[in-house]
């Protein structure tokens, strides 16, 4: 059973506009946030988290949402960039291990 | 510095082979995991290990897989009588504290 999900598969954006990547979880003892980008034929690379005590946490032009009675995350990119094009993963955490959504592939347009 | 490695990158077995995948993570670093990524699939956990200490193997999908860290350091995962649902790219991570680093994975095919 998929205790993180990302509904949305794909997502294509035009340059310099945002881009709005939502995931879900079921689980309520996680307690730590993960975003995960990543390119063909590379590893995930940690791009932003949060802790479950916060509802924002920004890093340039990342920032992630969380809102815990919906169980509820997203991650905005603003504004979207040709270099952001990539596969991004949510991820969440309960002690050491991480429990992944299936990736929304981002396609930015120029 | 030298990130996560894993060796080979790529790997085609004939079903019914074994095999092993190399991880050298970062100099240092405690923890050590490895995930398991089918195709259009989020990466999924297999194993941890704190130091030469195996914690956690329940993610293991069965006993043909096995994994190992005897010193600490290199880990590697071995899968024997590989079968064709094998097949996916397996992930290596180590960390020091809560950031977890990837590596590139190697891509398994078994035909």
């Known amino acids: 059973d998929q205790q993180v999900k990302q509904n949305s598969p794909s997502l294509s954006v035009q340059e310099g506009r945002i881009s709005i990547l939502n995931c879900d979880y079921t689980?309520?003892?996680?307690?730590?946030f993960l975003w995960y980008k990543k390119y063909p034929a590379e590893g995930p690379t940690f791009l932003i988290s949060?802790?479950?005590?916060?509802d924002k946490n920004e890093d340039g032009r990342f920032t992630v949402f969380l809102n815990k009675s919906a169980k509820h995350l997203s991650l905005h990119i603003v504004p979207s960039q040709p270099g952001d094009s990539a596969v991004y993963f949510c991820?969440?955490?309960?002690?050491?291990?991480?429990?992944f959504g299936a990736g929304t592939t981002v396609t930015v347009r120029a | 510095g030298a990130g996560v490695s894993q060796s080979p990158r790529y790997k085609v077995a004939k079903r019914g082979q074994d095999v092993a995948l190399r991880c050298d993570p970062i100099?240092?670093?405690?923890?050590l995991f490895w995930y398991q990524q089918a195709l259009g699939q989020g990466p999924e956990f297999l194993t941890y290990?704190?130091?030469?200490?195996?914690?956690?193997k329940s993610g293991l999908p069965s006993d043909r897989f096995f994994a190992e860290r005897p010193e600490g350091s290199v880990s590697t995962l071995k899968i024997q009588r590989t079968q064709q649902e094998d097949s996916a790219v397996y992930l290596c991570?180590?960390?020091?504290?809560?950031?977890?680093?990837f590596g590139p994975g190697t891509r398994l095919t078994v035909t």
């Open positions: 290990f704190q130091n030469e200490a195996q914690l956690d």
């Open positions: 100099s240092g670093h405690v923890s």
């Open positions: 991820a969440a955490s309960d002690d050491y291990k991480l429990s």
């Open positions: 689980n309520s003892m996680f307690d730590y």
């Open positions: 949060i802790s479950s005590i916060k």
């Open positions: 991570a180590s960390s020091l504290e809560t950031s977890m680093n």
